[in-house]
């Protein structure tokens, strides 16, 4: 029999803490928020958004300012490159993969507008309102509330996908999506470059930024 030598592989740094850290307090909040709006907790309820609120900020500036497999230049991309993803004619490289690019910009999006709608919110009493409710009508501020629990519907429909998307490639494909979203890391083919890190001012920056636009909100 030949000599079979398997090809090497190279332990790659994936996601950077604040990218981690975003993600699973996100996976929080949003817990938090649907636990605390089941359940009545309406005090704790506008805290957990005010949490969501923070993160997804952050997270759109890490996208600009993150390290290299944060930025949405890295990973987003044009339906031809997804449909070559899905041909498998698409190199594996580190970060995002085409099609799970799409669905951390829809998870941004809806997250984005579901904070906001909660922002302008009035309750059907008008006693429960959004921080910023006051800047709209009781109509306008009925209707965010209405569009506020349509949008939550559509989010845990996609978080449900999210998740069955990630079993499918552990199961399937045997990536380990979940893994390097804990410690950061994955093993690639041949001798892929380490993704360049962002500097400890730019996240200091953007956690500043992040709390300034929750604390001008919580003073509205």
């Known amino acids: 029999m030949g000599d079979e030598t398997a090809p090497s592989r190279t332990r790659v740094r994936v996601w ?13 909040g949003v817990g938090l928020c649907w636990w605390t709006g089941d359940t009545g907790r309406l ?46 004619r698409w190199a594996v490289q580190p970060g995002h993969n085409p099609l799970g690019a799409l669905s951390v910009l829809a ?22 309102s959004g921080p910023l409710s006051a800047w709209v009508s009781f109509k306008s501020g009925r209707a965010a509330a209405e569009w506020h629990g349509i949008v939550f519907k559509v989010l845990q429909a996609l978080i449900a996908l999210h998740i069955v998307a990630i079993a499918w490639y552990r199961i399937v494909r045997r990536e380990k999506l979940l ?42």
């Open 16 to 28: 950077d803490v604040p990218t981690r850290l975003a993600h699973w307090l996100i996976a929080l």
């Open 179 to 220: 893994g390097a979203m804990l410690h950061g890391h994955r093993d690639f083919p041949g001798s892929p470059p380490q993704p360049a890190k962002a500097p400890v001012l730019n996240f200091v920056i953007g956690a500043l930024l992040a709390a300034l636009l929750v604390w001008l909100v919580t003073r509205a």
């Open 107 to 128: 998870l941004l999006l809806l997250l984005a507008l579901q904070v906001a709608l909660g922002l302008f919110a009035v309750d059907v009493d008008g006693i429960e």
């Open 43 to 88: 005090e704790w309820h506008r805290w957990s958004g005010y949490l969501l609120l923070g993160l997804v900020v952050f997270r759109v500036y890490w996208g600009f300012f993150g390290s290299a497999t944060a930025r949405f230049r890295a990973f987003v991309r044009g339906p031809h490159t997804v449909v070559q993803y899905l041909q498998g």
